[in-house]
Structure formats: C-alpha cells, structure tokens
C-alpha cells in the first residue's frame, strides 16, 4: 500500500509562486511514476505534469501544455518526495492539486492518489 500526502497549497497572488510537496511510502519509491493533477470546481480532474521512471537513474518529466515553462517538477528519491515548482501563478490554475504514483513506473496507470491541497491564485 502506498500512502501520499501533499502540502504546501494555500492562497497567491496571480504572478506568484508556491511549490507542493508530496510524501510517499514505499520502498521502492524511486521507480514510481508521480504525477500531479488539478481540479477546479466544476470541472473534471486534469494531468498537469509527471516524473516517470525510465530505468536506473533516468527519469522523463511532462507537462500540460497549460502549465509548460511555469511548473516544474522534481523529485528526491532520499526523501520519497516528488515536488511541484509552481511559478507565474494564473487565477486559472486554481484548483485542488492531487499527487498521484504509479508503481509500474510509467506513469500509465495511477493506483494511488493523495488528499489534494488547495491552491488558490487571486487576480
């Protein structure tokens, strides 16, 4: 059983930054794929980006394209934590963002998703 739990959300005026963090369980953490996802009310569940495992220390990030050259994410085996880097903040990417891990590595399948953490932007 993999466990998540993210932190780090809160309330950002447009053109702000904040980063997310997710902590998993897991011991073999490293070959997850961990992934973010984001959903605003009214509206359905959306991918903003993913780290998955490509074999030994090789890792492949994507992005939506919404959030390309604004987010970066990053993870740190050590600490089985996966981050979000959330710059430029729009009002439009307020929503609750999820983490999500895929044991099987490519990011493919997510079994297991976190609480979410509000991410609010104001204008």
């Known amino acids: 059983q993999v466990q998540l739990v993210e932190s780090g959300g809160g309330l950002v005026q447009a053109g702000g930054s904040l980063r997310l963090s997710c902590a998993a369980s897991g011991r073999t953490f490293s070959s997850f794929a961990m992934g973010w996802f984001r959903q605003a009310p009214g509206k359905e569940r959306e991918f903003v980006a993913a780290?998955?495992?490509?074999?030994?220390?090789?890792?492949?990030?994507n992005y939506a394209d919404s959030v390309k050259g604004r987010f970066t994410i990053s993870r740190d085996n050590a600490k089985n934590t996966v981050y979000l880097q959330m710059n430029s903040l729009k009002p439009e990417d307020t929503a609750v963002y999820y983490c999500?891990?895929?044991?099987?590595?490519?990011?493919?399948?997510?079994?297991?998703w976190g609480q979410g953490t509000q991410v609010t932007v104001s204008s």
């Open positions: 999500a891990a895929d044991p099987g590595g490519r990011g493919h399948y997510y079994n297991y």
């Open positions: 780290i998955s495992w490509s074999g030994g220390i090789t890792y492949h990030a």
